[in-house]
T-cell receptor, first 114, second 110 residues
Framework: KAGVTQTPRYLIKTRGQQVTLSCSPI?????VSWYQQTPGQGLQFLFE???????NKGNFPGRFSGRQFSNSRSEMNVSTLELGDSALYLC?????????????FGDGTRLSIL | GQQLNQSPQSMFIQEGEDVSMNCTSS?????WLWYKQDPGEGPVLLIA?????ELTSNGRPTAQFGITRKDSFLNISASIPSDVGIYFC??????????FGTGTRLKVLA
């Protein structure tokens, strides 16, 4: 069974630009969650999508947005990039049909802001 | 953002020794998960726990769901060099959302 696939693996951007990251969940999984991982802050929850609807949202500014498509693939967009947005962005999928389903992670997209 | 307290932050142990780490929360959780993350990769699920008092093994790692439902423990017996990595706990109170611990960095000395 293929795992969670995130593209691209690495990205370099400059301040003020915007970026879109992509996540393909495990086949059959309908929930996709996004996390930001930094050495200082650990894993911080961004948002979760289920059946094309945002079901949960973390405490990040509106520059961070996402969406989910009918095939459960998800994208995350960050606009007006800041130096502090440099991080590993992880996507995790689960079946989403019951509470407390375990999440399975992709290998992430490492975003560097110059 | 909200995080769980995970301890210790880091551990240096000799190969063959047993490892113990724990995670505590101020909130009650319905589910505890334990993950291992290797450099350059995403976290990999080791163990999922769903009931207070539950003890579950996945080979050498064993995890327990604390009776108070506010803590969880991970033990790894007879550590080997490939156990090196960062171990994360995660808890959920049934909102389709997980809160993650700060991580325990494990280094195994051969």
């Amino acid at each position: 069974k293929a795992g969670v696939t995130q593209t691209p693996r690495y990205l370099i951007k400059t301040r003020g630009q915007q970026v879109t990251l992509s996540c393909s969940p495990i086949s059959g999984h309908r929930s996709v969650s996004w996390y930001q991982q930094t050495p200082g802050q650990g894993l911080q929850f961004l948002f979760e999508y289920f059946s094309e609807t945002q079901r949960n949202k973390g405490n990040f500014p509106g520059r961070f947005s996402g969406r989910q498509f009918s095939n459960s693939r998800s994208e995350m967009n960050v606009s007006t990039l800041e130096l502090g947005d440099s991080a590993l962005y992880l996507c995790a999928s689960s079946s989403g049909t019951g509470v407390n389903q375990p999440q399975h992670f992709g290998d992430g997209t490492r975003l560097s802001i110059l | 953002g909200q995080q769980l307290n995970q301890s210790p932050q880091s551990m240096f142990i000799q190969e063959g020794e047993d490892v113990s780490m724990n995670c505590t929360s101020s909130s009650i959780f319905n589910t505890w998960l334990w993950y291992k993350q290797d450099p350059g990769e995403g976290p990999v699920l080791l163990i999922a726990l769903y009931k207070a008092g539950e003890l579950t093994s996945n080979g050498r790692p064993t995890a327990q769901f604390g009776i108070t439902r506010k803590d969880s423990f991970l033990n790894i017996s007879a550590s080997i060099p490939s156990d090196v990595g960062i171990y994360f706990c995660a808890g959920s109170s049934g909102t389709y959302k997980y809160i993650f611990g700060t991580g325990t960095r494990l280094k195994v000395l051969a």
